[in-house]
């Protein structure tokens, strides 16, 4: 089906979709990401040439330049070797950050035992890709490779199985859940997230699975029970409905990386529910300190000490290791230069 369509179909079912603005307690990064994707859904003329998933505030990250036949196939054989010809003169610095970055994670990949799943999910035959850079004969881009990981972990926690329930909060374009369905296609996933991510998230689930039931916004409070939905489905709860979400027992909750970047009282929303109290299990990765004080990353003032408060019991915890050794070519001091980011992220799986 047409993007075109898919969009019209899902804003159909979504009557509150461009309200999200007006919730209180929005951070700044989503309030700008809000602003600017409500730009990108102004004009339905132009659905079909949308880049859903990697847009002007988000992206899959940056890959090196390479000669390549996909890339050639997406771009044409002027368009990649003048780019090509480019990076490597003018961006050495940042191409050098970026291979080092791949290559690095292509190892931690390689060490949790996750190589036969990025072999059975080039990242080139995904919907929506724009960036992709073979390794090892695999195409993968930055945040594929994350998500390869963190499925690796979810199937190794074994606690999806035919009857289960994966609450997800901040899903962006659904790539991570197009996997784990891959792999536990009864799992029932319910995803939380602003309207216009759920929006992208439908896009590329509905042309990864389109005989799967889809569950969109209007039709959530049909269904009282998760466990009552049909297996396999695929269920969208904008955020401003999360509360009005049936209080019961599920089998994962998870959130990656946006917690973080929250301010306390949404935060709270999520940490303080019974969904996420009563989750079977909960798997967390997010930033050790969302704002040190020489560098003001987030207007948040989260640490690891508000996620350890939880009564669940910690099953496992370390650092996130994939794109730890990341540089970022940003300003600080009054100095532009590759640095690491300003907070290193923990990695943590709980249980009841």
Known sequence: MAIKNLVDEFIQHSPEFYSDTGLQSVDSKHTDILNEAYKQFGDSNLYDQMNFRDWKEQTDYGVPAQLSINNIKQSGL???????????LFKY????????????????????????????????????????????GVTVNIRWLRYVYLLKRILDLEVLTDDSVWIDVGSFYGGLQGLVRKYSP???????????????????????????????????????????????????????????????????????????????DFFKIYMNSKLFKESENAYLVNRFISTPFFEKTYDSELSILDYIKSDKSIEYFDMFPMHHYMLVKRELFGRKGYRNISSSYFEMILST
């Open 78 to 88: 002027w368009h990649t070797f003048v780019k090509y010809a480019y990076r490597k």
């Open 93 to 136: 610095g940042e191409e050098r950050s970026l291979r080092s970055t791949i290559l690095d994670d292509m190892e931690i990949i390689k060490m949790v035992g996750a190589s036969d799943l990025l072999d059975d999910n080039p990242v080139h035959l995904t919907p929506g890709v724009k960036k992709c850079f073979i390794v090892d």
């Open 186 to 264: 009864k799992t029932r996933i319910v995803m939380v997230d602003f309207h216009h991510q759920l929006c992208r998230s439908f896009i590329y689930l509905s042309k990864m699975y389109p005989d799967a039931t889809h569950i969109l916004p209007d039709q959530v409070q049909q269904y009282p029970n998760f466990r009552k939905m049909p297996q396999g489905a695929i269920v969208y709860v904008p955020v401003s409905d999360y509360e009005k979400l049936p209080k019961q027992s599920v089998d994962l909750f998870s959130n990656f990386f946006s917690f973080g970047e929250m301010k306390k």
